[in-house]
């Protein structure tokens, strides 16, 4: 069974940092592309950054290019965000998914919560 | 405002059919670009329901279908509507001019 566990949400200050990680197995993690996407509080969805497979190759959103890291290490199976710089409109859900435009994210993690507040 | 856009809520009784459309542009419907829906059920993570504009993962029911209507419009349709489809339904594409996938803003179906 696919599995995606993400682990890493916080309260954070603004301006400060946060590492998250997504733990990924029941798959050839080295083969897939991987990406994140945030749900801030009672809105929807939005694509944040995504990763090729072994190539390592990253897209980033515009609200958070030159902010957040996205990166991968195959050996453990696993997925990272880092972010930095953060915001209080960073606040929401993130969610580790299998998959990078154009093609479908399937599955979805349970999510992690990241809220920036002083 | 999402690239996407979709109506934020569509109501049905049970055993209707609704649909819910999602309309994007040139850079990324338009363009040739597959659209993929999700359905996030209340307190839980977005699951795959269509992607590749019409096609559905294992274990999704067959009331659940998609198709393309014009140049920049897909459509979701669930028949036969039960108590337990109520939830969010998102759409998602890639959009070119963006180098990145976007989604709608969401629609809040309500089973009356």
């Known amino acids: 069974e696919v599995q995606l566990v993400e682990s890493g949400g916080n309260l954070v200050q603004p301006g400060g940092s946060l590492r998250l990680s997504c733990a990924a197995s029941?798959?050839?993690?080295?083969?897939?592309?991987m990406s994140w996407v945030r749900q801030a509080p009672g809105k929807g969805l939005e694509w944040v950054s995504g990763?090729?497979?072994?190539?390592?190759?990253?897209d980033y959103a515009d609200s958070v290019k030159g902010r957040f890291t996205i990166s991968r290490d195959n050996s453990k199976n696993t997925l990272y965000l880092q972010m930095s710089s953060l915001r209080a409109e960073d606040t929401a859900v993130y969610y580790c998914?299998?998959?990078?435009?154009?093609?479908?994210?399937?599955?979805w993690g349970q999510g992690t919560l990241v809220t920036v507040s002083s | 405002q999402s690239v996407l856009t979709q109506p934020p809520s569509v109501s049905g009784a049970p055993g209707q059919r609704i649909t819910i459309s999602c309309t994007g542009s040139?850079?990324?419907?338009?363009?040739?670009?597959?659209v993929n829906w999700y359905q996030q059920l209340p307190g839980t993570a977005p699951k795959l329901l269509i992607y590749?504009?019409?096609?559905r993962p294992s274990g999704v029911p067959d009331r659940f279908s998609g198709s393309r209507s014009g140049t920049s419009v897909s459509l979701l349709a669930i028949t036969g509507l039960q108590a337990e489809d109520e939830a969010d339904y998102y759409c998602?594409?890639?959009?070119?001019?963006?180098?990145?996938?976007?989604f709608g803003g969401g629609t809040k179906l309500t089973v009356l």
């Open positions: 998602q594409s890639y959009d070119s001019s963006l180098s990145g996938s976007v």
């Open positions: 998914a299998k998959g990078l435009g154009p093609h479908w994210f399937d599955p």
């Open positions: 990763i090729r497979g072994s190539g390592g190759g990253t």
């Open positions: 029941g798959f050839t993690f080295t083969n897939y592309a």
């Open positions: 590749g504009y019409s096609s």
């Open positions: 040139s850079s990324n419907i338009g363009a040739g670009y597959d």
